[in-house]
């Protein structure tokens, strides 16, 4: 059986201003995690007070992922990996705290229990195949910083080996993510490359907690030969560092979207190199006359919640990409709806 795993958790970074475009404003942002589990879960919110979209009216990749769990009837999991507030989704606890802004010093003290305890659940999984995917506001950032602390800041290709991620956003704000991982190395008196080999201490010095509860749990399943697909953008590259680091050298995949595989501000190839990755990419074919689809053609978002996963099974499952896209539009005119939101103009 094939099992679709979301860690969902929150970091203070994504408070900063200009990181992130998962959410219409600060103060929303921090419900994103949470309602994203409610839409994975039940295809609507039940508690969160939000369905979460971008500033201009970009919604969350869950909506995606939604539509390919109602068509395959996809086994899915929460896990609690550090939310900030309360989710109508059933979860599993592994000791996950929010993560506080990576420019403190400590920013993730939870994270080695949160991996241990990751490690201990993804080993107890029976599923045959996981496809393990994460939903963080500011993850990229996060990322950056783990791959930095590790010392692979260049895997996704970068200048000067300056480093590089995606974004939520069109416009990489990658200069401000290259500033605020320096401080935070600073803060953590590591240098790039301090944690060589020591994956729980790049991602409690200069990550965040989901990323910690994704590596935890795929470093688990892949002790069980359980078969590991990492489902997501470039946080799921990070992930991959800390298997790697950590002495996983088991086959490992990656799924993503063609957005991902086509942002120029990265090189997926590069990183499926360094990291012995099987990339898979699958494009959605989505056309600009609904917002939520025009949204990602324009650069918005183009990863999350599983997405990538989520649309290579359906691809796996000789499902049309045409329906799948029949499907977004379903998910959300009901998540619109039953919010009295206005579905907003392409």
């Known amino acids: ?23 219409a404003n600060p103060e929303l942002m921090i419900h994103t995690p949470s309602a994203d589990s409610e839409i994975l879960t039940y295809g609507r919110t039940v508690r969160s007070p939000v369905v979460p979209v971008s500033p201009t009216g970009c919604p969350t990749p869950a909506v995606v992922t939604r539509a ?18 309360p989710t109508g989704a059933p979860t599993v ?9 990576i420019r403190e010093s400590d920013p993730v003290p939870s994270a080695p229990g ?45 200048p000067n080996g300056a480093g590089a991620v995606s974004s939520s956003l069109p416009e990489n704000p ?12 600073a803060a953590s008196t590591l240098e790039s490359g301090d944690a ?11 990550g965040d907690p989901a990323l910690a509860v994704v590596a935890g749990l795929a470093a688990g399943a892949l002790e069980t030969d359980t078969a590991v697909t990492l489902a997501g953008g470039t946080q799921l590259v990070a992930a991959a560092a800390c298997l790697r680091h950590g002495g996983y050298d088991r086959s490992l995949s990656l799924a993503t979207t063609s957005f991902i595989a086509e942002d120029p501000s990265i090189d997926l ?40 996963g989520a649309l290579a099974l359906a691809d796996r499952a000789s499902v049309p990409m045409a329906d799948i896209r029949s499907g977004v539009r379903d998910v959300y005119a009901r998540l619109l709806a039953e919010t009295d939101r206005e579905v907003p103009s392409p």
């Open 114 to 158: 949160a991996f241990a305890a990751a490690r201990q659940f993804g080993r107890a999984l029976p599923d045959d195949e996981l496809f393990i995917a994460e939903t963080v506001p500011g993850g990229t950032t996060t990322a950056l910083g783990v791959l930095s602390a590790l010392g692979e800041g260049d895997a996704l290709g970068a």
């Open 1 to 23: 059986m094939t099992r679709l795993v979301l860690c969902a958790g929150t970091t203070e970074t994504a408070e900063i201003d200009g990181i992130s475009a998962a959410g």
């Open 196 to 206: 060589d080999g020591e994956p729980t201490v790049a991602l409690r010095r200069a």
């Open 269 to 308: 190839d590069r990183a499926a190199d360094a990291l012995d990755l099987s990339v898979t990419v699958t494009d959605p074919g989505f056309t600009d006359d609904h917002p939520a689809m025009a949204a990602y053609n324009a650069g918005e978002a183009k990863e999350g919640v599983g997405m990538g």
């Open 93 to 101: 606890t592994v000791g996950a705290n929010p993560g506080r802004d």
């Open 174 to 185: 990658l200069r401000l993510k290259r500033e605020i991982v320096a401080e935070s190395l």
């Open 68 to 85: 390919v769990v109602e068509r395959l009837g996809l086994e899915t999991t929460v896990v609690d990996a550090g939310l900030a507030e």
